[in-house]
């Protein structure tokens, strides 16, 4: 088997883009700190190549647009628990648009643009409840949609994000003690992330526990 061949295909693109950031922070004392900021972050356009398997794209779907994301968030950074611990917070919401999302299909894939939004937030605690012991535990929620993905032809729908779990924490302990010149430590931890696609198309088959 070989290449389907195809008409030349001829196109430039030159685009100015630009990024930036904007945050506000108050401080109550050395103990609180509250914050509030938003982003705007842009990643340039480009070409699919001519897939592996043969499959010829029409000419619209060889570029692909210019992704730009307007990120806002909102948080703290506190010390608790009279100086033997840290807690920081915070929820987000990103508004992408044209969000380059990859697609496989058969043997290759391609890019292409689609909007997405994403919104949650992200708690952690660190703490040195005793010399030589440091706790570490976290927790974030994410809730995550791209719109109007073609999962089959002429079928469109909006799905979750590849490799984006709703739900992820961890834990970890580590204890150090002197050891002659040096350190020595012992260390534990554990991680855990809910389900998720490994497939933009969402379905059933590409999902993993």
Known sequence: TGFIPRAPFNDKSSDFLWS??????????EKLLLYAGI???VKAGSYNAKVFDGTVLK???????????????IGFKATVFGERAWLNGAAYFYNYKDSQVFTRQNNSGQV??????YNGFEVELLS??????????????????????????NVARDVVPSFTPEWQASAL??????????TMSAQLSANYQ?????NLRNFDAHRLD
Do not use: C, H
């Not at 927790?139 to 089959?152: L, Q, R």
């Not at 302990?173 to 040096?182: E, I």
């Open 39 to 41: 982003n705007r972050g």
């Open 128 to 153: 040195t409840p005793m010399e030589g012991l440091d706790i570490m535990t976290g927790i974030s929620y994410t809730n995550a949609e791209v719109k109007n993905v073609i999962v089959a032809p």
């Open 173 to 182: 302990a580590r204890y150090s003690w002197p050891v002659m010149s040096g």
């Open 20 to 29: 930036g950031k904007a945050q506000i922070e108050y401080r109550f004392d």
């Open 194 to 198: 809910s389900s998720f696609f490994y």
């Open 112 to 117: 292409a643009n689609n909007d997405a939004t």
């Open 59 to 73: 000419d619209s779907e060889i570029p692909y647009e210019d992704e730009v994301l307007w990120a806002y968030e």
